[in-house]
């Protein structure tokens, strides 16, 4: 690949580009190189109009990627829904815009692989229309693009110019580098789409949350590692929550089978390390909440398999991992209200209040995960509110509900904080 000399501008930035069906969509080449060669990874989506002007194999060749174009792909569904597709961007770039596209995103429909990424995504569009001038100044049209911008998409161009058709006027695609020169700008500002309604004037608009959730698996050999009976339930009902609630969602998840909380950005991890790693690069925030069930300890993982030969079985040294929650309370740029989660199988009040004296955190949400509880996997928790102002327990009920009912509090916490109460 070209450019060894260009700026990676948009090193580690993924984008996600869809294709609609014009004759520019030859400059969506370009346009894929050109982001490449400034570091980002290119995904391509195409719509069906999209392939009678550029083959998907352009597309492949010079974005790394395979192309998707279909909705219902068993294949591509199973490796990673469709939804995910849209979420793992950090942008979504449509080029070319048709009148068609516009109108389908602007209405909401989702009859094709694009249109429904348009409409699943919790990132910002950049559309760059291109079509007829006549079509470009039709009313429908106008209509179309205020609707867009009203719900936060972003446009760069067209720009004023001879049509393929003949005509000459507004309607020309812009060309690939303003296009890299709005991405850039557009990625420097705020990616996620807008939240509209009740989400939007929520009482965590504004505010950064990250939450951790799930068991840690650490690894013995590389086909063995210790775990813990977490399922990631109470951590997701909380960044669920959180998100619902109008916050900016950071998800650190340990292994689940749970599907992704809606409006969240999820980064996936294994271990205590990698999780405390991802931790660390999702800060700054307003609001930290380890619920996640980390391993206290790891062992050295063997670099193959160990084999049962020799005699007796293999003793393992345990390694006392990283402590996220005591890390996030002392560091530098600590978050305002710093919560940690206490999984205990008795005296589960007491071990509370050590462990919020302890970790430095200014609440514990405390449960007790013995035999029979069914909190460990299960849908509803009894949960112990412990503060330095006391104790509150409240009585069982949805992980939904304590979810939603902790949320309350630390917006009611920020709010007092901000007033000086
Ligand atoms: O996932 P579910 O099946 O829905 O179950 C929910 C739950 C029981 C896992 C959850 O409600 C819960 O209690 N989570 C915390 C579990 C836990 O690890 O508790 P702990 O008492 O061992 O740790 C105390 C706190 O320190 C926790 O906030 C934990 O995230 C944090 N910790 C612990 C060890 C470590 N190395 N780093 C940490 O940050």
Known sequence: MSGQNIAQSLGGKSILLVVGGGVAAYK?????????????????????????????????????????????????????????LSRDADLIVVAPATAHLLARAAQGLCDDLAATLLLATDKRALYAPAMNLRMWLAPATRRNVALLKQDGALFVGPEDGAMACGEYGPGRMSEPLEIVAAIEAALKGETRRPLQGAAARGPLSGRHVVVTSGPTHEAIDPVRYIANRSSGKQGHAVAAAAAAAGGRVTLVSGPVTLADP??????????????????????????????AAVADWRVEAAADKIKKEGAGAPAFALVENPDILAAVSHAADRPRVVVGFAAETRDVIAHAKEKLIRKGCDLIVANDVSEGSGVFGGDANEAHFVSPAGVESWPRMSKEAVAAQLVARLADILNKSEAGE
């Open 28 to 84: 969506s080449l370009d346009l894929v190189r050109r982001l490449r060669e400034r570091g980002a990874r290119v995904r391509v989506v195409m719509t069906k109009a999209a392939k009678e002007f550029v083959t998907p194999l352009a597309f492949t060749s010079l974005s790394n990627e395979k192309v998707h174009d279909d909705l219902f792909s068993a294949t591509d569904e199973q490796a990673m829904g469709h939804i995910q």
């Open 262 to 291: 809606a409006g969240c950005d999820v980064v996936r991890v294994e271990s205590a390390c990698e999780m405390f790693a991802a931790v660390e690069r999702a800060m700054p925030a307003d609001v930290f909440i380890g619920a």
